[in-house]
Protein backbone atom coordinates (compact mmCIF):
# COMPACT_ATOMS: atom_id res chain seq x y z
CA UNK A 1 0.00 0.00 0.00
CA UNK A 2 1.24 3.73 -0.72
CA UNK A 3 0.78 5.33 2.27
CA UNK A 4 1.14 9.83 1.45
CA UNK A 5 4.23 10.87 3.65
CA UNK A 6 4.65 13.67 5.80
CA UNK A 7 7.56 16.23 4.60
CA UNK A 8 9.90 17.41 7.27
CA UNK A 9 12.48 20.43 6.45
CA UNK A 10 14.51 20.13 9.59
CA UNK A 11 15.72 23.54 9.04
CA UNK A 12 18.52 25.32 10.86
CA UNK A 13 21.78 23.04 10.67
CA UNK A 14 22.51 24.92 14.59
CA UNK A 15 19.42 23.42 16.58
CA UNK A 16 17.95 21.03 19.05
CA UNK A 17 15.84 19.35 15.78
CA UNK A 18 17.14 16.00 15.33
CA UNK A 19 17.59 15.48 19.23
CA UNK A 20 14.08 15.92 19.67
CA UNK A 21 13.07 13.92 16.14
CA UNK A 22 14.55 10.96 17.39
CA UNK A 23 13.32 11.66 20.86
CA UNK A 24 9.81 11.57 19.47
CA UNK A 25 10.33 8.41 16.86
CA UNK A 26 11.50 6.10 19.98
CA UNK A 27 8.65 7.39 22.13
CA UNK A 28 5.53 6.93 20.03
CA UNK A 29 4.27 4.91 17.07
CA UNK A 30 3.48 6.85 13.51
CA UNK A 31 1.96 5.32 10.48
CA UNK A 32 2.73 8.05 8.02
CA UNK A 33 6.19 7.90 6.58
CA UNK A 34 8.80 10.54 6.75
CA UNK A 35 10.71 12.25 4.04
CA UNK A 36 13.43 14.05 6.05
CA UNK A 37 14.34 17.12 3.43
CA UNK A 38 17.91 18.26 4.59
CA UNK A 39 21.68 17.83 4.68
CA UNK A 40 22.24 14.02 4.79
CA UNK A 41 25.91 14.56 6.00
CA UNK A 42 24.74 16.54 8.72
CA UNK A 43 21.60 13.92 9.38
CA UNK A 44 24.37 11.07 9.39
CA UNK A 45 26.05 13.15 11.99
CA UNK A 46 23.41 13.36 13.97
CA UNK A 47 22.54 9.66 13.88
CA UNK A 48 26.07 9.54 15.45
CA UNK A 49 25.82 11.82 17.87
CA UNK A 50 22.43 10.30 19.33
CA UNK A 51 22.58 7.07 19.02
CA UNK A 52 19.81 6.53 16.70
CA UNK A 53 19.22 3.24 15.87
CA UNK A 54 16.24 2.82 12.97
CA UNK A 55 17.57 3.08 9.04
CA UNK A 56 16.85 6.47 7.27
CA UNK A 57 17.16 5.27 3.55
CA UNK A 58 18.34 8.14 0.88
CA UNK A 59 15.91 8.89 -2.31
CA UNK A 60 16.32 10.55 -5.49
CA UNK A 61 13.74 13.28 -5.90
CA UNK A 62 13.27 13.05 -9.77
CA UNK A 63 12.61 8.90 -8.94
CA UNK A 64 10.28 10.23 -5.72
CA UNK A 65 6.93 9.60 -7.54
CA UNK A 66 8.14 5.90 -8.49
CA UNK A 67 8.61 4.97 -5.17
CA UNK A 68 6.05 2.84 -3.03
CA UNK A 69 6.55 4.09 0.68
CA UNK A 70 5.50 1.92 3.94
CA UNK A 71 4.35 2.37 7.54
CA UNK A 72 6.90 3.74 10.03
CA UNK A 73 9.71 4.24 7.52
CA UNK A 74 11.64 7.03 7.07
CA UNK A 75 13.92 8.62 4.04
CA UNK A 76 15.96 11.67 3.55
CA UNK A 77 16.09 13.84 0.03
CA UNK A 78 19.68 15.02 0.13
CA UNK A 79 20.02 19.08 0.01
CA UNK A 80 23.43 20.58 0.64
CA UNK A 81 24.41 24.65 0.49
CA UNK A 82 27.08 25.83 2.53
CA UNK A 83 25.15 29.35 2.86
CA UNK A 84 22.83 28.49 5.84
CA UNK A 85 20.04 31.03 3.98
CA UNK A 86 20.32 29.38 0.59
CA UNK A 87 20.50 25.84 2.34
CA UNK A 88 16.84 26.30 4.56
CA UNK A 89 15.02 27.89 0.93
CA UNK A 90 16.28 24.95 -0.94
CA UNK A 91 15.28 22.05 1.34
CA UNK A 92 11.48 24.72 1.29
CA UNK A 93 11.50 24.63 -2.40
CA UNK A 94 11.77 20.65 -2.56
CA UNK A 95 9.28 20.35 -0.07
CA UNK A 96 7.03 23.12 -1.98
CA UNK A 97 7.93 21.14 -5.32
CA UNK A 98 6.37 17.77 -3.64
CA UNK A 99 3.25 19.69 -2.33
CA UNK A 100 2.48 21.15 -5.66
CA UNK A 101 2.88 18.05 -7.04
CA UNK A 102 0.09 16.43 -4.92
CA UNK A 103 3.14 13.79 -3.61
CA UNK A 104 1.82 14.72 -0.36
CA UNK A 105 -0.53 16.88 1.55
CA UNK A 106 1.34 17.03 5.03
CA UNK A 107 4.31 19.26 5.67
CA UNK A 108 6.44 19.98 8.66
CA UNK A 109 9.36 22.06 9.49
CA UNK A 110 12.27 22.87 12.54
CA UNK A 111 13.29 26.02 13.93
CA UNK A 112 14.60 28.59 11.44
CA UNK A 113 15.86 32.25 12.19
CA UNK A 114 14.00 34.38 11.20
CA UNK A 115 16.07 37.38 10.93
CA UNK A 116 19.33 35.40 9.49
CA UNK A 117 17.16 33.02 7.35
CA UNK A 118 14.04 35.12 6.18
CA UNK A 119 16.43 38.37 5.96
CA UNK A 120 13.78 40.26 6.93
CA UNK A 121 11.68 40.02 4.04
CA UNK A 122 8.46 38.15 6.04
CA UNK A 123 7.06 38.24 9.47
CA UNK A 124 7.61 34.38 9.81
CA UNK A 125 7.67 30.65 8.03
CA UNK A 126 4.04 31.27 8.50
CA UNK A 127 4.03 34.41 5.81
CA UNK A 128 6.47 32.41 4.28
CA UNK A 129 4.92 29.52 3.45
CA UNK A 130 1.95 31.11 2.26
CA UNK A 131 3.46 34.00 -0.08
CA UNK A 132 4.63 30.36 -1.51
CA UNK A 133 1.60 29.09 -2.41
CA UNK A 134 0.09 32.72 -3.47
CA UNK A 135 -2.16 31.97 -0.28
CA UNK A 136 -3.57 35.79 1.00
CA UNK A 137 -5.79 34.15 3.44
CA UNK A 138 -4.56 32.55 6.13
CA UNK A 139 -3.79 32.75 10.33
CA UNK A 140 -1.25 31.15 12.70
CA UNK A 141 -3.03 28.61 14.96
CA UNK A 142 -1.38 27.79 18.10
CA UNK A 143 -3.47 24.35 18.99
CA UNK A 144 -4.21 22.74 21.60
CA UNK A 145 -7.26 20.42 21.95
CA UNK A 146 -8.40 21.66 24.92
CA UNK A 147 -7.70 25.21 23.95
CA UNK A 148 -6.12 27.23 20.74
CA UNK A 149 -5.20 30.58 20.22
CA UNK A 150 -4.61 32.70 16.59
CA UNK A 151 -3.03 36.23 16.88
CA UNK A 152 -4.57 38.39 14.42
CA UNK A 153 -1.29 40.05 13.67
CA UNK A 154 1.81 37.70 14.01
CA UNK A 155 5.75 39.13 14.29
CA UNK A 156 4.65 42.40 14.32
CA UNK A 157 6.52 44.96 16.29
CA UNK A 158 3.69 46.28 19.26
CA UNK A 159 4.17 49.91 17.61
CA UNK A 160 2.70 48.99 14.48
CA UNK A 161 -0.30 46.47 15.80
CA UNK A 162 -2.73 49.14 15.81
CA UNK A 163 -2.34 50.78 12.54
CA UNK A 164 -2.55 47.28 11.38
CA UNK A 165 -5.54 45.31 12.76
CA UNK A 166 -8.75 46.08 10.90
CA UNK A 167 -12.99 44.82 10.89
CA UNK A 168 -11.64 42.93 8.02
CA UNK A 169 -8.69 41.49 8.81
CA UNK A 170 -10.72 40.21 12.24
CA UNK A 171 -13.53 38.99 10.44
CA UNK A 172 -11.11 37.46 7.78
CA UNK A 173 -9.29 35.33 11.12
CA UNK A 174 -12.12 34.39 12.40
CA UNK A 175 -13.55 32.38 9.57
CA UNK A 176 -10.58 30.57 8.83
CA UNK A 177 -10.31 29.35 12.37
CA UNK A 178 -14.31 28.37 12.21
CA UNK A 179 -13.28 26.77 8.40
CA UNK A 180 -10.47 24.97 9.93
CA UNK A 181 -12.50 23.43 12.81
CA UNK A 182 -15.05 22.43 10.83
CA UNK A 183 -13.50 20.90 7.76
CA UNK A 184 -10.25 19.52 9.30
CA UNK A 185 -11.45 18.54 12.99
CA UNK A 186 -15.10 18.15 12.33
CA UNK A 187 -17.01 20.90 14.67
CA UNK A 188 -17.78 24.34 14.59
CA UNK A 189 -15.53 26.35 17.30
CA UNK A 190 -17.03 28.58 20.36
CA UNK A 191 -14.44 31.65 19.50
CA UNK A 192 -13.64 34.11 22.11
CA UNK A 193 -11.40 37.46 20.87
CA UNK A 194 -9.75 39.71 23.40
CA UNK A 195 -9.73 43.10 23.12
CA UNK A 196 -6.53 45.72 22.25
CA UNK A 197 -6.31 48.09 24.93
CA UNK A 198 -6.68 46.90 29.20
CA UNK A 199 -10.13 46.23 30.11
CA UNK A 200 -11.31 47.19 26.87
CA UNK A 201 -11.57 50.57 27.61
CA UNK A 202 -9.03 53.52 26.54
CA UNK A 203 -8.13 57.33 27.44
CA UNK A 204 -7.88 58.04 23.32
CA UNK A 205 -11.47 59.67 21.94
CA UNK A 206 -10.96 56.52 19.51
CA UNK A 207 -11.13 52.98 21.13
CA UNK A 208 -10.22 50.11 18.90
CA UNK A 209 -12.04 47.48 20.97
CA UNK A 210 -15.75 49.65 20.47
CA UNK A 211 -14.94 51.15 17.15
CA UNK A 212 -13.18 48.27 15.31
CA UNK A 213 -13.14 44.45 17.33
CA UNK A 214 -16.78 44.35 18.60
CA UNK A 215 -18.63 45.78 15.21
CA UNK A 216 -16.20 42.46 13.29
CA UNK A 217 -17.42 40.34 15.84
CA UNK A 218 -21.16 41.38 15.67
CA UNK A 219 -21.15 41.44 11.89
CA UNK A 220 -20.45 37.68 12.30
CA UNK A 221 -22.44 36.70 15.34
CA UNK A 222 -25.04 35.39 12.85
CA UNK A 223 -23.14 32.06 11.27
CA UNK A 224 -20.41 31.61 13.85
CA UNK A 225 -20.14 31.03 17.76
CA UNK A 226 -18.08 33.95 18.20
CA UNK A 227 -17.82 36.76 21.34
CA UNK A 228 -16.20 39.54 22.70
CA UNK A 229 -14.11 41.46 22.92
CA UNK A 230 -13.28 40.28 26.61
CA UNK A 231 -10.41 41.94 28.39
CA UNK A 232 -7.09 39.96 27.91
CA UNK A 233 -6.28 39.56 31.40
CA UNK A 234 -8.61 38.01 32.58
CA UNK A 235 -10.01 35.83 29.60
CA UNK A 236 -7.41 33.28 30.58
CA UNK A 237 -8.62 32.24 33.75
CA UNK A 238 -9.40 28.79 34.69
CA UNK A 239 -13.10 29.24 34.30
CA UNK A 240 -13.20 31.39 31.65
CA UNK A 241 -11.42 29.83 28.86
CA UNK A 242 -13.39 26.65 29.49
CA UNK A 243 -15.83 28.25 27.66
CA UNK A 244 -14.21 28.41 24.38
CA UNK A 245 -12.29 26.35 21.90
CA UNK A 246 -10.49 29.40 20.16
CA UNK A 247 -8.73 32.68 21.60
CA UNK A 248 -8.41 35.20 18.77
CA UNK A 249 -5.72 38.14 20.12
CA UNK A 250 -4.85 41.26 18.27
CA UNK A 251 -1.04 40.69 18.88
CA UNK A 252 1.61 37.87 19.18
CA UNK A 253 2.28 37.80 22.75
CA UNK A 254 -1.15 38.94 24.13
CA UNK A 255 -2.19 35.09 23.50
CA UNK A 256 0.90 32.79 22.78
CA UNK A 257 2.40 34.09 26.21
CA UNK A 258 -0.66 32.48 28.39
CA UNK A 259 -1.15 29.55 26.18
CA UNK A 260 2.91 28.81 26.76
CA UNK A 261 2.29 28.98 30.21
CA UNK A 262 -0.83 26.81 30.40
CA UNK A 263 0.42 24.20 28.19
CA UNK A 264 4.42 24.60 28.09
CA UNK A 265 5.25 22.35 25.09
CA UNK A 266 2.03 20.46 24.72
CA UNK A 267 0.89 22.84 21.68
CA UNK A 268 1.45 22.99 18.28
CA UNK A 269 1.67 25.72 15.27
CA UNK A 270 -1.01 24.87 12.51
CA UNK A 271 -0.94 27.34 9.31
CA UNK A 272 -4.69 27.35 8.84
CA UNK A 273 -5.90 28.89 5.38
CA UNK A 274 -3.43 27.21 3.34
CA UNK A 275 -4.22 23.95 0.48
CA UNK A 276 -2.46 21.26 2.87
CA UNK A 277 -1.43 21.08 6.15
CA UNK A 278 1.74 22.91 7.59
CA UNK A 279 2.52 22.57 11.39
CA UNK A 280 5.70 23.28 13.41
CA UNK A 281 6.58 22.39 16.71
CA UNK A 282 6.46 25.31 19.10
CA UNK A 283 9.87 26.20 19.83
CA UNK A 284 12.99 27.68 18.67
CA UNK A 285 16.34 26.87 17.62
CA UNK A 286 17.36 26.80 20.92
CA UNK A 287 21.30 26.23 20.18
CA UNK A 288 22.24 26.94 23.59
CA UNK A 289 20.27 23.56 24.49
CA UNK A 290 22.49 21.40 21.53
CA UNK A 291 24.19 18.54 22.74
CA UNK A 292 22.78 18.47 26.32
CA UNK A 293 19.78 16.29 25.41
CA UNK A 294 17.83 17.94 27.50
CA UNK A 295 15.07 19.12 25.12
CA UNK A 296 11.71 18.27 25.69
CA UNK A 297 10.09 16.49 22.52
CA UNK A 298 6.32 16.90 23.06
CA UNK A 299 5.50 19.66 20.67
CA UNK A 300 7.27 17.79 17.87
CA UNK A 301 5.35 14.38 18.90
CA UNK A 302 2.04 15.95 18.99
CA UNK A 303 3.01 17.60 15.47
CA UNK A 304 3.66 14.32 14.07
CA UNK A 305 0.51 12.49 15.86
CA UNK A 306 -1.97 15.32 13.74
CA UNK A 307 -0.38 14.78 10.80
CA UNK A 308 -0.44 11.25 10.91
CA UNK A 309 -4.17 10.97 11.94
CA UNK A 310 -4.65 12.95 8.06
Do not use: W
Amino acid sequence: MNFKPILIVPGERKSVFFEIFFKSIKKRFFSSPIVLICDKQNLEKEIKKYKFKKPIKKIDPKKIYLKKFKKKEIYVINVQDKNSGAYIHNCFNVAFKLIKKGFSNKILNGPINKTQTLKRKYLGVTEYVAKNFNQNKFAMLIYNKKLSVCPVTTHLPLKLVAKKISKKLIKEKIIIIDSFYKNILGFRPKIGVVGLNPHCESILKFNEDTKIIFPAIQSLKKTINVNGPFPADTLFLKNNRKKFDVIVGMYHDQVLAPIKTIFEYDAINITIGLPFLRVTPDHGPNEKMIGKDNSDPMSLIRSLEFLDKR
